[in-house]
Structure formats: structure tokens, C-alpha cells
Nanobody, 123 residues
Framework: QVQLVESGGGLVQPGGSLRLSCAAS????????MGWYRKAPGKQRELVAN????????QYANSVKGLFTNPRDNAKNAVDLQMNSLKPEDTAVYYC????????????????WGQGTQVTVSS
């Protein structure tokens, strides 16, 4: 199957930066979308940034536009999340997500999630 392994979470002061990484492994033949979601305590999980491969575009949550970027390494099936000017309200568990075809081109699309990595923004 497919595994998404995240790294890079931690504690950072307000105004600081942090970079998350996610690497996908398994029998992936195509990626439809790959990106990041987050879930803060007491809130629903929300989209942070997501690359739409066929369109060659990236969706960003309004709250992170201009602050976060979502570079992707196509050769390695990996995606990062560069977070700048972090605020306490960015505190959440961040999840990598990928919608992929596995094994063969005729495969349907499958949705996979990473295990999540904690990001805490606090002084």
C-alpha cells in the first residue's frame, strides 16, 4: 500500500518559521493531489495547502496565503510545507494527504493520510 511519513513538527515562537516534510512510499503510479491539512483542538480539520497536479496549481487556506508555501519534489513523491510568520492560531496537528493511483494506471484514486505531526506556536 502507500505510506505517508511526516517530519519537522515542533515548538516555535510567534513570528518564527518551521518546515514540514512528507514523503510518500509504495506502488504509486500517479498523484492527483498532495498537500497538508491541520486540526486544532476543538476545531474541524481544514485544508492548509494542496497541490493539484493536473492543473499545476496550489490551493491555500486564506489564513496562510503569502505566509506558507507548499513545494513538491515530483521525483521523490514528496511535499514540504514551509511555514513563515507563524502565529499561535497556527497551532495544530498537521497531516499530510495524498490522492493517488496505485499499482496500475487503471486503478481508482485512493485517499491516504499521514500520522500527523504537532506544531505548537507559543512564547
Amino acid at each position: 500500500q502507500v505510506q505517508l511519513v511526516e517530519s519537522g513538527g515542533g515548538l516555535v515562537q510567534p513570528g518564527g518559521s518551521l518546515r514540514l516534510s512528507c514523503a510518500a512510499s509504495g506502488s504509486i503510479v500517479d498523484i492527483n493531489t498532495m498537500g497538508w491539512y491541520r486540526k486544532a483542538p476543538g476545531k474541524q480539520r481544514e485544508l492548509v495547502a494542496n497541490i493539484i497536479t493536473v492543473a499545476g496549481t496550489t490551493q491555500y487556506a486564506n489564513s496562510v496565503k503569502g505566509l506558507f508555501t507548499n513545494p513538491r519534489d515530483n521525483a521523490k513523491n514528496a511535499v514540504d510545507l514551509q511555514m513563515n510568520s507563524l502565529k499561535p492560531e497556527d497551532t495544530a496537528v498537521y497531516y499530510c494527504n495524498a490522492v493517488v493511483k496505485i499499482t496500475a494506471w487503471q486503478s481508482p484514486w485512493y485517499n491516504y493520510w499521514g500520522q500527523g505531526t504537532q506544531v505548537t506556536v507559543s512564547s
